[in-house]
């Protein structure tokens, strides 16, 4: 099996959503410029209002508890001992690999670069791999589920039985699930008892609403309550706490969300398949799409004002969020169709 050892030099990832880089390259295009380059839900979830005192005093202890509670009802974990909060799923990504000593990782790829690279820079051994069996030999064993970007989804028994190995071997499993909130089935979170299983979940991703910057890691409660106490007090802030809160316990928004959510993926994929490009994957929120003009396809949509997120190494990968409305999807296939 292909493996890619990951050093410790820091080099900077490309990231989707940078518009500032995508004018510089792309000076004559026309604003507004339409960002299809994350897998962030363009249509967020409804700002409640928020009180002067969320601004204006430090969080009480039974705030950041009501929002674990929230979190643990959401994504299906045990109780609120099994959750962490923290400033962003990225601020968790960098902090797991420093609560444990430099050992050996292997991360399921490919995959996006963060995990190899926070785990490089903690002083870990690390190699991004493509077989199951390869996660076997490493002290940590890191996999992206639903994947990004192709939508691999593992199964929950493949998932546990990866779990009770590394523990065994005094290691864990991390199981990154910024985008399982489109496929509820493929969270292992109602597995949050077993030990060494790390489940890291995102909120901005599915909610819309990534400034919001807040995260949650699943575990036992003793791995959940390191992590806290990594963390630190006062890590999440007043107005997340609120918008998580509130956000965590709508049910109906969630449901007609996803409905909402998988009828886009459909137009986006019927808009794709008439400019000839195959889809190979993706979820929901995001579709991965594959053909060797892509680089002509990127540059073609960059014209026009519109991002989508390409591989430097896949280039002939693209990866589609979706349109917020028909406006977007018409402006879309309009870029298609113009040389």
């Known amino acids: ?36 380059s994350t897998g962030i839900n363009p249509r967020p979830y409804p700002l409640p209002s928020l009180t002067v005192e969320a601004w204006t005093r430090l969080p009480g202890r039974g705030e950041e508890e009501g929002l674990r509670r929230a979190a643990a009802r959401f994504y299906g ?21 420093r609560l444990r000593p430099p050992g ?4 399921l790829g490919p995959t996006y670069a963060e995990h190899a690279q926070a785990w490089a820079l903690a002083g870990h051994r690390v190699r991004v791999v493509t077989g199951l069996d390869e996660l076997a030999a490493a ?3 890191v996999v992206v589920n639903p994947n990004n970007p192709d939508g691999r989804i593992l199964p929950h028994e493949t998932l546990t039985l990866l779990a009770a190995r590394r523990h065994a071997a005094g290691g864990w499993l991390v199981v990154d699930e910024a985008f399982a909130e489109v496929t509820p089935a493929a969270s292992i979170a109602p597995l949050a008892t077993t030990p060494g299983l790390v489940v890291v979940r995102s909120f901005g991703k599915f909610f819309g609403l990534a400034g919001v910057r807040l995260g949650f890691v699943l575990a036992t409660p003793a791995l959940a309550a390191m992590v806290r106490a990594a963390v630190g007090p006062w890590a999440v802030a007043g107005p997340a706490l609120a918008i998580g809160c509130a956000a965590l316990n709508d049910d109906a928004w969630a449901q007609d969300t996803r409905r909402w959510l998988e009828g886009a993926a459909q137009r986006l994929d019927g808009l794709l398949a008439a400019a000839g490009l195959a889809v190979v994957g993706g979820t929901s929120l995001f579709r991965l799409a594959e053909d060797g003009r892509a680089p002509e396809f990127y540059a ?18 693209l990866r589609f969020g979706l349109p917020a409305d028909s406006e977007g999807e018409c402006r879309l296939r309009l870029a298609f169709a113009t040389k």
Do not use: C, N, Y
């Open 139 to 141: 002290d940590v064993a």
């Open 1 to 36: 099996m292909a493996e890619t050892t990951v050093g410790t030099k820091g080099e900077a990832i490309l990231h989707g959503g940078d518009l500032d880089a995508a004018r510089a390259a792309f000076p004559g295009a026309p604003d507004p410029w339409l960002d299809l």
């Open 77 to 97: 974990a045990p109780s609120a001992d099994h959750v962490a909060a923290a400033p962003g799923s990225q601020a968790l990504i960098q902090l797991l690999p």
């Open 104 to 107: 050996t990782v292997a991360v």
């Open 300 to 317: 073609r949509l960059g014209r026009a004002g519109i991002l989508v997120r390409r591989f430097a190494d896949h280039p002939a990968r």
